[in-house]
């Protein structure tokens, strides 16, 4: 069964520095999500991507994020100048159209030192 | 705001034991949606019910729903060990966690 790939699987950052995350979802699928998770903490969304372009944004999802579609294939989170707060698990999911369920990766797992 | 809230945070019980959670959610939805995760791990989908269904079966899984009292229940039947998880519900294409039921089935 297709799955939603995400690379790397644990990213250690310093502080201040940008980081990227790479998510390669579903082939056919159509919307695509970030989500993270701080430790022992519930799953938040961060933002949706449909059509080239975010459809939805939540508040952590500040200036210091953003996302980008290069290619027909990955579906990518950099954070510009990261902090502290940032270490958590960062999670993708695409779905292939509306009212279908959301397939997730198995994330990446960010530390901020 | 959509979310979904889960109850209870944590339920333990034996194998063979049914386990029953319940999600509440705030607004009107379209569908709502059970996840699971395992520990570090991806939510994994488990059942999608519509607004306009009542009802759904996938294995031994059970979701019922109740819109006029906006909430659902997840039914696990004759759990295994392998269940333990977190176990989440969320509503629509944005999808709001809650905290999660984190289900133990002891061996």
């Known amino acids: 069964e297709p799955e939603v790939t995400q690379t790397p699987s644990h990213q250690v950052t310093q502080m201040g520095q940008e980081v990227i995350l790479r998510c390669v979802p579903i082939s056919n699928h159509l919307y695509f999500y970030w989500y993270r998770q701080i430790l022992g903490q519930k799953v938040e969304f961060l933002v949706s991507f449909y059509n080239n372009e975010i459809s939805e944004k939540s508040e952590i999802f500040d200036d210091q994020f953003s996302v980008e579609r290069p290619d027909g294939s990955n579906f990518t989170l950099k954070i510009r100048s990261t902090k502290l707060e940032d270490s958590a698990m960062y999670f993708c999911?695409?779905?292939?159209?509306?009212?279908?369920?959301?397939?997730f990766g198995d994330g990446t797992r960010l530390s901020i030192l | 705001s959509q979310q979904g809230e889960e109850d209870p945070q944590a339920l333990s019980i034996q194998e063979g034991e049914n386990a029953t959670m319940n999600c509440s959610y705030k607004?009107?939805?379209?569908?709502l949606q059970w996840y699971r995760q395992n520990s570090g791990r991806g939510l994994v989908h488990l059942i999608l019910i519509r607004s306009n269904e009542r009802e759904k079966h996938s294995g031994r899984l059970r979701v019922t729903l109740d819109t006029s009292k906006k909430s659902s229940s997840l039914l696990i039947t004759a759990s295994r060990a392998a269940d333990t998880a977190s176990y989440f519900c969320a509503t629509d294409l944005k999808l709001t966690f809650g905290e999660g039921t984190q289900l133990t089935v002891n061996p």
């Open positions: 607004t009107s939805i379209n569908n």
């Open positions: 999911a695409s779905i292939q159209g509306e009212g279908q369920p959301q397939h």
